[in-house]
């Protein structure tokens, strides 16, 4: 296993750029948890976790086109300030991503706790892990879009 790709995303996101980073550790953080219930059904196949396994896939791929739309939002609230653009509707964007975000974060909580119930004993902490951070990131995502709809 590499750690220079989270060495790296670390690092840009402690950057003082004005650069993306909330939403994208947020993003970042629920495909790592998709991950780990990827992982827990493919370790348990007695467990016909096979729809599981998929949909944790598709999930760690939409959360991360949701740190990609997040980065474009991002990107469209500065044009429309340096613009003189609709700011409004540029932060209007940018909340529902997060909106968007929170609900496939929801989902993978739920698809975690589903899989913790079902899977080898042995394998219980990947989804419980999983639980755990897509919950937090699901209320920082939510958050973040209140603060983006008060733009």
């Not at 998929?54 to 991002?74: I, K, M, S």
Request: hydrophobic share 55%; net charge negative.
């Amino acid at each position: 296993m590499r750690l220079d790709d989270a060495s790296q995303l670390a690092e840009s996101l402690a950057s003082p750029a004005p650069e993306p980073a909330a939403g994208i550790a947020l993003c970042a953080t629920g495909a790592m948890a998709a991950a780990l219930i990827a992982k827990a059904c493919a370790l348990s196949p007695e467990a016909s976790l096979a729809a599981e396994h998929a949909r944790a896939n598709d999930l760690r791929a939409e959360l991360l086109t949701t740190a990609e739309r997040d980065v474009a939002a991002f990107y469209a609230v500065l044009e429309a300030r340096r613009g003189g653009g609709d700011e409004r509707e540029a932060w209007g964007v940018a909340a529902l991503v997060m909106r968007d975000a929170a609900a496939l974060l929801e989902e993978t909580r739920f698809l975690a706790d589903d899989v913790a119930a079902r899977c080898r004993p042995e394998l219980r902490g990947e989804p419980l892990a999983a639980a755990l951070l897509a919950a937090g990131a699901e209320r920082a995502a939510t958050a973040l879009a209140e603060i983006d709809e008060a733009g």
